[in-house]
Structures are given as C-alpha cells and as structure tokens.
C-alpha cells in the first residue's frame, strides 16, 4: 500500500517547537545521562503528534544526534524545522526499510557502524561515562564462541 497523507487514517502532518525543553516527555531521561548537561538549554522540543521529545544540538562531546520519526513525513517537517536552530548542522532524513524501526531525523557527524559497541555509541552521543557504565552493566552480555560448547548429539 502507498503511503498517503490525505488518507483519513493518516494524521495531520505537523511539527511544532513548545515553550520549554524541560517540558519534553525525555527531558529527566537526558538529564540523567548526557555528559554535558548545558546542551539541555539548547535543545528544542518537538511535537510531532501529542507528545513532545528532545532534539539535542552537537557540542561539547556530543557529536551527532537523531529525532525518530513514525514516517517519512514527519521526517521532512523535523528536519525543517530544525534547519533555522543552532547546533543542528548537517540534517538529514534517514529513511528506515525495516516495519519494526522508526525512520530518523539526524544531524552532525555520521553515526558509527551499528556493529560498533555500546561504549562508543555512548559516546558519540555524549552520554556520561557513569551512563555509559550502567548501561553496559544492565545489557544481558551474549556469551562469546570461546565459552560456548557445540551441541552434542544425543548417544542412544
């Protein structure tokens, strides 16, 4: 099925910046972790549908960043509106060809390679090391092909 911004089951194609950024539904969640803390300042918050989340400029070691999107067109209206904002440089839409996974609005420096770890996506983002550490520590480790042991067929 093509996609269809006039159909009636499709929502209206808006974006909007709100007042304050400490209003945004993640705010406490980037609090939390971001190194540095000073960019929460500068964010803006976006609604596209009912609920407002950060979009963070690059700056002190955040190096790129990235808004998800439920579709393409959402995409574009992001992107558009955070072309006129400080600390957004290099936008661009990326589109995603799997069902499961949002599209994104990014900006700054190119991602690292999804087969990168964790440490250096915490990074490239600017999460704290505190953040980072925690993290690592709660994602259940996949045990490596040195401690795993073949299956055994069965003797009868």
């Given at each position: 099925m093509m996609h269809c911004t006039s159909s009636v089951r499709h929502p209206a194609v808006t974006a909007t910046v709100i007042a304050l950024p400490r209003d945004a539904y993640d705010f406490d969640y980037f609090e939390q972790r971001i190194s540095d803390?000073?960019?929460?300042?500068?964010?803006?918050?976006?609604?596209?549908?009912?609920?407002?989340?950060?979009?963070?400029?690059?700056?002190?070691?955040?190096?790129?960043?990235?808004?998800?999107?439920?579709?393409?067109?959402?995409?574009?209206?992001?992107?558009?509106?955070?072309?006129?904002?400080?600390?957004?440089?290099?936008?661009?839409v990326r589109w995603s060809p799997y069902n499961d996974t949002c599209h994104t609005v990014e900006w700054g420096d190119a991602a690292p390679d999804w087969w990168e770890d964790d440490v250096v996506f915490g990074r490239f983002y600017g999460y704290s090391e505190s953040a980072i550490t925690s993290f690592v520590r709660a994602r259940p480790q996949t045990p490596s092909s040195a401690t795993s042991t073949p299956c055994s067929p069965t003797a009868s």
């Amino acid at each position: 099925m093509m996609h269809c911004t006039s159909s009636v089951r499709h929502p209206a194609v808006t974006a909007t910046v709100i007042a304050l950024p400490r209003d945004a539904y993640d705010f406490d969640y980037f609090e939390q972790r971001i190194s540095d803390t000073w960019l929460l300042d500068r964010s803006i918050a976006v609604r596209t549908l009912r609920m407002p989340f950060l979009a963070v400029p690059v700056g002190g070691t955040r190096r790129g960043g990235y808004y998800s999107v439920s579709c393409l067109c959402f995409g574009l209206k992001v992107r558009d509106l955070l072309l006129e904002q400080p600390g957004f440089p290099d936008l661009r839409v990326r589109w995603s060809p799997y069902n499961d996974t949002c599209h994104t609005v990014e900006w700054g420096d190119a991602a690292p390679d999804w087969w990168e770890d964790d440490v250096v996506f915490g990074r490239f983002y600017g999460y704290s090391e505190s953040a980072i550490t925690s993290f690592v520590r709660a994602r259940p480790q996949t045990p490596s092909s040195a401690t795993s042991t073949p299956c055994s067929p069965t003797a009868s």
